[in-house]
């Protein structure tokens, strides 16, 4: 399975801190997405990184991807309450989620 | 352009019963998968359709799922006979294609079997 795996299970920060979260992931891929998941709701779409893009920006979204490592971080800056959610990896390979990174943003 | 619906978004039902979720996807998107997360796990894969057909269905814990998709539109997932490890939140997304394309969720569907 291409399974993502995300790291750290739970992470605790200030408003207006950066989080950053890591996925992992078993072998070679097409594209990896980024999605959050609000309490009660629905996974909704991040953003997609193509596996010969090495970063990717939208709004104070920073993806990475290292193939050669097969992994990928998320960096949220300047982070606010609102971003507080789960959040979850998958290459389009297969489309199978981790348990995800418990992000609370405390204001 | 409308979102994924599921319905029911919550059911309550005793082990022994039966169940039935239904899922709309967005209109024109071929591929559509089901999900289910226990809580604080993970977002465990059950199956992914490719229109009307099964592309994979490896994720179907036993024979008491079964899952399908009538004209490659609208989905169900039925469980029959529900035991208690099958309560869970059981989420439908859809997407217009198999890679490069965005997941669309719907909100899912509680289910408690008690």
């Known amino acids: 399975s291409q399974q993502g795996e995300e790291d750290p299970q739970a992470l605790s920060i200030q408003e207006g801190e950066n989080a950053t979260m890591n996925c992992s992931y078993k072998t070679s891929i097409n594209n990896l997405q980024w999605y959050r998941q609000n309490s009660g709701r629905g996974l909704v779409h991040l953003i997609l990184?193509?596996?010969?893009?090495r970063e990717k920006h939208s709004g104070r979204l920073r993806v990475t991807l290292d193939t050669s490592k097969k992994s990928s971080s998320l960096l949220i800056t300047a982070s606010r309450a609102a971003d507080t959610a789960s959040y979850f990896c998958a290459t389009d390979d297969d489309m199978r989620f981790g348990a995800g990174t418990r992000l609370t943003v405390k204001p | 352009e409308a979102g994924v619906t599921q319905f029911p978004s919550h059911s309550v039902i005793e082990k022994g019963q039966t169940v039935t979720l239904r899922c709309d996807p967005i209109s024109g998107h071929d591929n559509l998968y089901w999900y289910r997360r226990v809580m604080g796990k993970e977002i465990k894969f059950l199956l992914h359709?490719?229109?009307?057909?099964?592309?994979?269905e490896s994720g179907m814990p036993n024979n008491r799922f079964l899952a399908e998709r009538t004209g490659g539109t609208y989905s169900t997932l039925k469980v029959q006979p529900a035991e208690l490890e099958d309560s869970g939140v059981y989420f439908c997304?859809?997407?217009?294609?198999?890679?490069?394309?965005?997941?669309?969720f719907g909100n899912g569907t509680r289910l408690t079997v008690t």
């Open positions: 359709f490719v229109k009307e057909s099964k592309q994979d």
């Open positions: 990184i193509r596996s010969n893009e």
């Open positions: 997304a859809s997407s217009r294609q198999r890679h490069n394309s965005p997941l669309h």
